[in-house]
């Protein structure tokens, strides 16, 4: 079964810039969640996404927002991108429910310039 | 690969010898946790879980205590190895469905 892939690797872009990041879940899986990671942050939850439905939530401004589609596909998008954006930005899947393992792609880095 | 974490607490370990990892969780109605490793350039990696009715768990040569009075998780490597070498982060998984990570430690095998 292929694991949780993520695309672009690695994106730069600019100051005021939007960027969209896309995560394939492993098959089968309904749930999709994204994390930001950065040195002095570490990892912070951003938002999951259940059957084309945001779940949970975690505190990040409006600029963050993201989507799932009907074969559980999802993408996030931030828009006027800020250098303290630059960051890893992870994907994790999992089949339904909070109490089950969720299972990471290799995320994406994003550097603002 | 990419920096995890630049001030991350630092545990370092011969090789064969057993290393001890811990984690302080947060919250006391968090029913699941998971323990992952994170490779330089990779995302994090499943090794280990356990449920809160549980306070032991063994994998192969990776054993999970947890101490929920005082809200404590443990990750043993049992021989530790070269390729253990990586950043290795418990989470919580609380009834609201969230999960929240730790900072992380990272774990360097010396030969």
Redesign the interface.
């Known amino acids: 079964k292929a694991g949780v892939t993520q695309t672009p690797r690695y994106l730069i872009k600019t100051r005021g810039q939007q960027v969209t990041l896309s995560c394939s879940p492993i098959s089968g899986h309904r749930s999709v969640s994204w994390y930001q990671q950065t040195p002095g942050q570490g990892l912070q939850f951003l938002f999951e996404y259940f059957s084309e439905t945001q779940r949970n939530k975690g505190n990040f401004p409006g600029r963050f927002s993201g989507r799932q589609f009907s074969n559980s596909r999802s993408e996030m998008n931030v828009s006027t991108l800020e250098l303290g954006d630059s960051a890893l930005y992870l994907c994790a899947s999992m089949v339904a429910t909070s109490s089950e393992t969720q299972y990471f792609g290799p995320g994406t880095r994003l550097l603002v310039l | 690969g990419?920096?995890?974490?630049?001030?991350l607490p630092t545990l370092s370990v011969q090789e064969g010898d057993n290393s001890i990892i811990n984690c302080a969780y947060s919250n006391s109605a968090s029913?699941?946790f998971?323990w992952?490793k994170q490779e330089s350039?990779?995302?994090?990696?499943?090794i280990i879980?356990i449920?809160s009715n549980m306070d032991k768990r063994q994998g192969q040569r990776v054993t999970v205590l947890l101490n929920k009075t005082v809200k404590h998780l443990s990750l043993q490597i049992a021989a530790t190895q070269p390729g253990d070498s990586a950043v290795y982060?418990c989470a919580e998984?609380?009834?609201?469905?969230?999960?929240?990570?730790?900072?992380?430690t990272r774990l360097q095998v010396t030969l």
Not at chain 2, 2 to 7: A, P
Not at chain 2, 41 to 46: A, C, I, M, S
Not at chain 2, 93 to 104: N, R, V
């Open positions: 990419e920096s995890v974490g630049l001030h029913d699941y998971i992952y350039g990779k995302g994090p990696q499943f879980d449920r982060f998984i609380s009834p609201a469905s969230k999960l929240t990570f730790g900072t992380g």
